[in-house]
């Protein structure tokens, strides 16, 4: 899914992230919370998140607020993880400039030297975790012919309750 985030002077910034979770409290995401986009949601803690399928004339597009997962759901995804994967993670400074490829292979080595084979990697670190985008805002869109597209936008506006209103293409 594409996650587009703005920091407090309005930049924004978009990328793609895999949806790791969905259930009735939303739609989670893992990541480097030290990024650009995990500074940009604890500024701005609202994001939008686009899936496509341009092949179906399909989107859909969510916008809502965000929280941080308990630190066990972090943890247990994070134990879940490959052992290369956990390593790449503590090895990289996501979003910092980094001189070269191989300064990167460098830290991931060092990194991995300090795991002895078999001791296994070390715990979650707390600046890495999960997030949820809790829908505010669901909208559904489906080519059409002549450009008159469906869209159907499902607004929350309170407990449980939302309103469907068709929206001009």
């Not at 990328?15 to 939303?26: C, S």
């Not at 949601?41 to 929280?67: C, H, M, T």
């Amino acid at each position: 899914m594409v996650l587009a985030t703005a920091a407090l002077d309005g930049t924004p910034g978009a990328r793609t992230v895999l949806l790791k979770g969905l259930d009735e409290g939303g739609l989670a995401f893992f990541t480097n919370l030290g990024s650009r986009k995990g500074h940009e949601l604890a500024e701005n803690p609202r994001a939008a998140l686009v899936f496509s399928w341009p092949s179906l004339q399909r989107q859909i597009v969510i916008d809502g607020a965000v929280e941080h997962l308990p630190p066990e759901e972090s943890d247990a995804y994070w134990e879940g993880r490959p052992p290369g994967s956990r390593l790449g993670a503590l090895a990289s400074s996501q979003s910092e400039p980094v001189a070269s490829r191989e300064v990167l292979e460098r830290r991931y080595e060092e990194v991995a030297a300090r795991c002895p084979e078999g001791g296994g990697v070390p715990p979650r670190p707390e600046w890495w975790g999960g997030l949820r985008v809790v829908p505010s805002q669901v909208e559904l869109w489906q080519g059409r012919p002549d450009r008159l597209h469906d869209r159907l936008r499902y607004r929350a506006v309170g407990a449980g309750e939302w309103v469907v209103e068709r929206l001009a293409p």
